[in-house]
């Protein structure tokens, strides 16, 4: 399996803290059936700074690392960027990195609490770039949870969605498992990655959300996320299904 979505660098953010927990969060990774990890550490969100070339060179020092201790994990460029209104400048200063450097996707993180005006324009203005911005973790979005069309408009401008794990086992609370479903079931959700901090409060769930996907929508489904995350890691153009609108709420209910 792949995981486009994980905060396995060293010290650099609040995941890994040294190379000691990078590795056996390595370790977990692989129990779980994970063999190739994007690296994406946060980047401008606020408490850290994390620019292309530092991401570049501590992915290289990881990789050489497990490479020594003959650990069957292959680590992926990454970032996991907050969008900003100088998020344009960043790219033309060579800070904002697409996964793999490939300057195709990148992850795109919005604010817990909201979702900035200038969102729209951002993705619009991306999208002329040619960089398809992957929208990370969309159901723990309070504004998103609260205005479900937002989130529709934003997918049918053009940008994809990945899902947590986690969220969709439950480990972030019901509200936040039941938005994610309703993404899934609205062809909103393109793919599933762990966002895996640590090992033990954040870890790699990735199996047991596809098991829990495949109980309620098919194993079609599951081949679907598995094979847009392959694409990913080819670089090539995942599987884009027509978003479908969210029914309006009656009483607080969908």
């Given at each position: 399996?792949?995981?486009?979505?994980?905060?396995?660098?060293?010290?650099?953010?609040?995941?890994?803290?040294?190379?000691?927990?990078?590795?056996?969060?390595?370790?977990?990774?692989?129990?779980?059936?994970?063999?190739?990890?994007?690296?994406?550490?946060?980047?401008?969100?606020?408490?850290?700074?994390?620019?292309?070339?530092?991401?570049?060179?501590?992915?290289?020092?990881?990789?050489?690392?497990?490479?020594?201790e003959n650990i069957p994990l292959t680590i992926h460029l990454g970032q996991e960027v907050r969008i900003h209104r100088d998020i344009f400048t960043s790219l033309e200063k060579e800070e904002i990195l697409t996964l793999d450097d490939?300057?195709?996707?990148?992850?795109?993180?919005?604010?817990?609490?909201?979702?900035?005006?200038?969102?729209?324009?951002?993705?619009?203005?991306?999208?002329?770039?040619?960089?398809?911005?992957?929208i990370v973790h969309p159901e723990r979005n309070k504004e998103l949870m609260a205005n479900h069309k937002l989130l529709f408009e934003l997918v049918q401008e053009g940008a994809l969605t990945q899902v947590t794990s986690g969220s969709?086992?439950?480990?972030?609370?019901?509200?936040?498992?039941?938005?994610?479903?309703?993404?899934?079931?609205?062809?909103?959700?393109?793919?599933?990655?762990?966002?895996?901090?640590?090992?033990?409060?954040?870890?790699?769930?990735?199996?047991?959300?596809?098991?829990?996907?495949?109980?309620?929508?098919?194993?079609?489904?599951?081949?679907?996320?598995?094979?847009?995350?392959?694409?990913?890691?080819?670089?090539?153009?995942?599987?884009?299904?027509?978003?479908?609108?969210?029914?309006?709420?009656?009483?607080?209910?969908?």
């Open positions: 399996m792949i995981d486009i979505h994980c905060h396995i660098l060293p010290g650099v953010d609040d995941g890994s803290t040294d190379i000691k927990e990078s590795t056996n969060m390595a370790k977990k990774a692989i129990e779980a059936g994970i063999t190739h990890i994007f690296a994406t550490p946060h980047h401008l969100n606020e408490k850290y700074v994390n620019v292309k070339s530092k991401i570049i060179d501590r992915t290289v020092k990881l990789n050489e690392s497990f490479q020594l490939n300057g195709t996707y990148l992850l795109l993180e919005l604010p817990s609490g909201k979702v900035p005006t200038y969102t729209q324009e951002v993705i619009y203005e991306l999208l002329l770039k040619e960089i398809t911005p992957i969709i086992i439950g480990d972030f609370g019901k509200s936040i498992q039941s938005f994610s479903k309703k993404i899934i079931e609205h062809n909103m959700a393109h793919f599933i990655a762990t966002d895996a901090h640590n090992i033990s409060s954040r870890g790699f769930m990735l199996k047991q959300a596809y098991e829990t996907i495949t109980k309620l929508y098919g194993i079609e489904r599951t081949f679907y996320f598995k094979e847009n995350a392959e694409q990913l890691l080819k670089n090539q153009s995942p599987t884009i299904e027509k978003p479908v609108p969210f029914k309006k709420k009656i009483l607080g209910i969908f």
